[in-house]
């Protein structure tokens, strides 16, 4: 498993430069479906028009549409990058953390975005993922900030919850970046359809180019 999912990020990196143009392929973003109440479902406009951005934003053949994965789908190790956001509850059995460290050790990559109501949770089950590793906040310097867009205050702030500043944290497993999780940010709520939220244009742009920055990093890194 860890040669196909490392052959397959080699693979994706290509995209991101022209001379690459006349490659056939498709990345799609997979939609992480857990398990613990929560609308692992939110926004479901979201991540198609993630995908149109990059189109439109890189050389990355982006799809039409998202594929949702469940932990214990074969499917899972077939996609470099899974997602994952929601307002409620988080839950991995046992067996299904195991699953996603191996995931992640493998090559994966993991996004997770609170949409105000995930973050207790989420750091509770990802421990039971990396039980001997922490979230640590990001510094703005991280690659990720730079990686295709630049920002230089680190994650963009999209949508106000509950006040505080945007922020970024990380797992790292020998050094690689595995895990990215943004909180107090939501940048995923600016990629729905615009009557969703009623984000401004220019609001909407930071989210799409802060997620282009999460995929340009995850697959060349």
């Known amino acids: 498993m860890k040669t196909i999912l490392l052959t397959f990020l080699f693979f994706y990196s290509g995209l991101l430069f022209p001379q ?27 991540v198609p028009n993630l995908h149109r951005f990059l189109q439109k934003n890189t050389n990355i053949d982006a799809g039409s549409a998202e ?11 077939s996609f470099p990058i899974i997602f994952m956001t929601g307002h409620g509850k988080v839950s991995f059995s046992k067996q299904e953390a195991e699953r996603v460290r191996l995931y992640l050790d493998s090559g994966g990559f993991l996004f997770a975005d609170d949409d105000y109501g995930m973050d207790k949770s989420f750091r ?5 993922v990396f039980p001997g590793e922490k979230l640590v906040e990001l510094p703005f310097s991280h690659k990720i900030f730079q990686s ?17 500043p ?19 940010t939501n940048i ?13 244009p220019e609001i909407r742009r930071k989210a799409f180019e802060m997620g282009t920055n999460i995929i340009v990093y995850a697959l060349t890194n």
């Open 20 to 46: 690459n143009k006349n490659v056939n392929s498709e990345f799609i973003l997979a939609r992480l479906k857990y398990h613990g109440g929560g609308d692992w479902y939110n926004d479901p406009s979201a």
């Open 67 to 77: 594929s949702i994965v469940e932990i214990s789908d074969d499917e899972l190790f």
């Open 124 to 128: 509770s089950e990802i421990k039971k």
């Open 148 to 164: 295709h867009f630049t920002f230089k205050g680190g994650a963009p702030k999209i949508h106000e919850h509950d006040g505080g």
């Open 166 to 184: 945007p922020k970024s944290y990380g797992i790292f497993r020998e050094g690689r970046l595995v895990v990215f999780y943004t909180f107090n």
């Open 188 to 200: 995923s709520d600016g990629w729905a359809d615009q009557a969703v939220h009623n984000d401004p």
